[in-house]
């Protein structure tokens, strides 16, 4: 195939012009992400312990 057929992946993914149906906030979260730290700081308890992808810091004696 040549290029001129196949569309760019941007232009593929990228709905033209739904840029203004989000929000300021939204935008802004987006832009501006919570801290990881802070993500983590807010999940309960049982999701902390059991949840494989969160590494504890006793396993690190790091406390």
Known sequence: M???TVPEQAEQSSPGG???QLS???RD???HPPKMDDVLRELPPDEL???????????????
Do not use: G, H, M, R
Not at 50 to 57: E, G, L, P, R
């Open 2 to 4: 040549s290029k001129e």
């Open 24 to 26: 300021p906030e939204v």
């Open 49 to 63: 312990k059991n949840n494989q992808a969160v590494v504890s810091c006793s396993t690190f004696n790091l406390q």
């Open 18 to 20: 739904d840029e203004t």
């Open 29 to 31: 979260k987006i832009k």
